[in-house]
């Protein structure tokens, strides 16, 4: 399986910063490398697909960058609704393989 | 709008086999893979496997020995079994729809927790 590691695993940050969360994997994966947003109680919810592809509707303070096993997604300016966490996974090949997750909280 | 609601019983007992209906609204199921995907409470995400709308299955090697995924096109509707349940199975499970192209689950039911315990 394609080990996926995400770092840092948590991150607190202010309303208005930058904020990068790095994401490698444990082989060359191409571009097939997705973000997701997490909100308590709430399902899973995709941001970035394709490694840096914007899903319909995700705000654009959100960005994805990469290839290969070193991936980024970045966001300019977090507003409130941002803190969450965040997942990324790959789906180069099966079994589709999540990193473990970045909790981002509040400074 | 597409909409996915996973529907199954919130406790199981240990030994038996868990299943849990996916029902799509909005949308068809034909065209698209849909993968189930758990949770456990305050960890991690891990993919189960997925089925293509003909019939077609890809699971997990952890699940493998354990895990039926059907569809039924009539009833636009996904289905998962999972035997021998055992409290590491406890988790929230999620249905999702897979993206065109392996681009990522692009939409996903709400979930449902399913605990193990006698």
């Known amino acids: 399986d394609i080990q996926m590691t995400q770092s840092p695993s948590s991150l607190s940050a202010s309303v208005g910063d930058r904020v990068t969360i790095t994401c490698r994997a444990s082989?060359?994966?191409?571009?097939?490398l997705n973000w997701y947003q997490q909100k308590p109680g709430q399902a899973p919810k995709i941001l970035i697909y394709?490694?840096?592809s914007f899903q319909s509707g995700v705000p654009s303070r959100f960005s994805g960058s990469g290839s290969g096993t070193a991936f980024t997604l970045t966001i300019s300016s977090l507003q409130r609704e941002d803190f969450a966490t965040y997942y990324c996974?790959?789906?180069?090949?099966?079994?589709?393989?999540f990193g473990q997750g970045t909790k981002l909280e509040i400074k | 709008q597409v909409q996915l609601r996973e529907s199954g019983p919130g406790l199981v007992k240990p030994w038996e086999t868990l299943s849990l209906t996916c029902i799509v609204s909005?949308?068809?199921?034909?065209?698209?893979?849909w993968s189930w995907i758990r949770q456990p409470p305050g960890k991690g995400l891990e993919w189960m496997g997925y089925?293509?709308?003909?019939?077609?299955?890809n699971y997990s090697p952890s699940l493998k020995s354990r895990v039926t995924m059907s569809v039924d096109t009539s009833k636009n509707q996904v289905s998962l079994k999972l035997s021998s349940m055992t409290a590491a199975d406890t988790a929230f499970y999620y249905c999702?729809?897979?993206?065109?192209?392996?681009?990522?689950?692009?939409?996903w039911g709400q979930g449902t927790l399913v605990t193990v315990s006698s």
């Open positions: 999702a729809r897979d993206g065109i192209g392996a681009s990522g689950h692009d939409y």
């Open positions: 909005g949308g068809s199921i034909s065209g698209y893979y």
């Open positions: 089925v293509y709308y003909t019939g077609n299955t």
């Open positions: 082989q060359s994966i191409s571009r097939y």
């Open positions: 394709a490694a840096s």
């Open positions: 996974q790959q789906t180069y090949i099966t079994p589709y393989t």
